[in-house]
Every structure is written in C-alpha cells, then in structure tokens.
C-alpha cells in the first residue's frame, strides 16, 4: 500500500511539472494598445486614431514580455496571409474615450487599418459589436487590442526579468521615456 501511495504521488509529480512545461510552452499573445489625446470617428464604420508614439505590445503570462512597436509595423498585422493573422482572424478590441465627465466604450472588431498623413495616423476599419458609437471627435482616446500569436515585427519583446538577451525593461513614470 505505501508502494502504491508513492507511486501515485510520483505520477502526480510528473503530470504537474509536464502540465506547467507545456504551459511555458504555448507561444506568446501579443495584445496592443494605441492611445492618443484626440481621435475622431468618421463614419459608423471608421476610426481615425493620430499615432503620436509607438504602439504598445505586451503579452500575458506565462511569458510576460512588452514592447513599443511602429505604426507601420503594427499595421503590416493586417497585410499578412496566414491562418494566424490579423488578416484571416480580425481582433476584437474595446475603444474607450472621455465623454465631459463619463467613461465611454465600443468593442469591435477591426477589419483593416491602415497608415494615413505620411505615418502620422491610423485609419481603423471597424464593425461595432456593443456599446456607443457616434461620428465625431473623441478625447483621451484608448483602443485595446486583442491576440496576435507571432510576436510583433519590431523586436519580439522585452523578458520583465531582463535575462541573457533581453533589453532592459521600460521604465514608466514622469520623463522616463527621456531617459
């Protein structure tokens, strides 16, 4: 019997540590977020975002990487063929903005983006699923990204350990981005 019991806790041993190896092993998902100050919504199918900085790109656990990727880069997502692409499975995202003293949201689904003004916006492609939408302009504009498998083209990301490899992580804060 206390054989048995030994056995039994070795195999439970084993199932776990191989559970948590195939977990580490599950490729990446990027998520991104674009912000900018203003945006504007010109049609009930259209969103014009500024691109004032890059596009962040992070990824969840297991992996937790993070990285700034060029509007251009984040749009060519949308150029590639694959069955792991934007192109062939559009993301969901979640438009939030600032309405006088409310917090307003959209999700949607983003069909196509592309560069305008010589790199200086992004026009969004979108089908609304929920919330508001209404043309016109918004402030404080965030569009939160869903997944993309394949790490982003610029970099591949950041390790929050700063292990062998990895360049050092972001710092946040006021002036960080001087540093």
Same mark, same amino acid.
């Given at each position: 019997?206390?054989?048995?019991?030994?056995?039994?806790?070795?195999?439970?041993?084993?199932?776990?540590?191989?559970?948590?190896?195939?977990?580490?092993?599950?490729?990446?998902?990027w998520?991104?977020?674009?912000?900018?100050?203003?945006?504007?919504?010109?049609?009930?199918?259209?969103?014009?975002?500024?691109?004032?900085?890059?596009?962040?790109?992070?990824?969840?656990?297991?992996?937790?990487?993070?990285?700034?990727?060029?509007?251009?880069?984040?749009?060519?997502l949308?150029d590639? $063929? =694959? !069955? %792991?692409?934007?192109? &062939?499975?559009?993301?969901?995202?979640?438009? *939030?903005? +600032? $309405? =006088? !003293? %409310?917090?307003?949201? &959209?999700?949607?689904?983003?069909?196509?983006? *592309?560069? +305008?003004?010589?790199?200086?916006?992004?026009?969004?492609?979108?089908?609304?699923?929920?919330?508001?939408?209404?043309?016109?302009?918004?402030?404080?504009?965030?569009?939160?990204?869903?997944?993309?498998?394949?790490?982003?083209?610029?970099?591949?990301?950041?390790?929050?350990?700063?292990?062998?490899?990895?360049?050092?992580?972001?710092?946040?804060?006021?002036?960080?981005?001087?540093?």
């Open positions: 019997m206390k054989m048995l019991r030994s056995l039994a806790a070795i195999t439970a041993a084993i199932f776990f540590a191989t559970s948590t190896i195939a977990e580490d092993a599950k490729p990446a998902e998520l991104f977020v674009h912000t900018a100050s203003t945006a504007e919504m010109t049609s009930d199918t259209t969103l014009v975002m500024p691109v004032t900085r890059e596009i962040f790109a992070f990824t969840d656990r297991p992996n937790r990487r993070h990285d700034y990727i060029t509007a251009h880069a984040f749009v060519s949308w590639e $063929d =694959g !069955d %792991d692409t934007f192109k &062939a499975d559009p993301p969901n995202a979640v438009l *939030t903005w +600032i $309405d =006088g !003293d %409310d917090v307003k949201e &959209a999700e949607v689904l983003i069909t196509n983006a *592309t560069i +305008i003004h010589y790199g200086r916006a992004i026009t969004y492609d979108v089908k609304v699923e929920t919330g508001e939408w209404s043309v016109g302009q918004i402030s404080g504009a965030s569009f939160f990204i869903d997944s993309q498998r394949p790490p982003p083209p610029h970099g591949g990301g950041r390790d929050t350990d700063s292990g062998p490899g990895s360049r050092p992580p972001v710092m946040m804060g006021p002036g960080a981005r001087d540093k």
